[in-house]
């Protein structure tokens, strides 16, 4: 039945309707300024004063990177070797890069069936959340690379 719908030239949509301009014009403005709202909300919703003021004159005994660094510094930071932390922060990127490649040999496009990237996804996803919590912590007490 998709096929005949295809064949005729007809989209992914059921009656057949183009993207242009019902898509276009009409859903994704509502969707883009729906997102923008929300965004500007919680970032008006939340408290300035959570944290204590800075001072310029004292600095602070360990300086923190911003949250997306939290596990390459964590990395850093309880590897005793920095060429390994080095190589190990290259390794994430190149993981990356070659999900695209192995996911090509599979012909399916969900998810649940395609287990191998599905599990580098996750554990990658696991372990960078791991090392970010643990950046956060004392260098005595921080998470060690299980």
Same mark, same amino acid.
């Given at each position: ?15 057949? +309707?183009? %993207? ?9 403005? #509502? ?14 919703? +939340? ?14 005994? +360990? ?7 939290? =596990? ?26 070659? #999900? ?36 956060? +912590? %004392?260098?005595?007490?921080?998470? =060690?690379?299980?």
């Amino acid at each position: 039945m998709m096929r005949d719908k295809l064949s005729k030239g007809l989209g992914h949509n059921q009656y057949g +309707e183009p %993207a242009w301009p019902n898509d276009i014009l009409y859903i994704f403005p #509502i969707v883009i300024l729906g997102t923008r709202s929300c965004v500007m909300g919680l970032a008006f919703s +939340e408290p300035t004063d959570l944290a204590k003021r800075g001072t310029p004159i004292a600095t602070p005994i +360990e300086i923190l990177p911003e949250w997306y660094f939290l =596990p390459t510094f964590n990395m850093l930071r309880i590897l005793p070797d920095k060429l390994t932390g080095v190589l190990s922060m290259i390794s994430l990127p190149a993981m990356l890069l070659l #999900i695209p490649f192995v996911e090509n040999l599979n012909k399916y496009q969900n998810p649940f069936r395609r287990p191998v990237t599905a599990s580098i996804y996750i554990s990658t996803l696991i372990y960078s959340l791991w090392l970010g919590i643990g950046s956060l +912590e %004392a260098i005595n007490v921080a998470l =060690p690379l299980l």
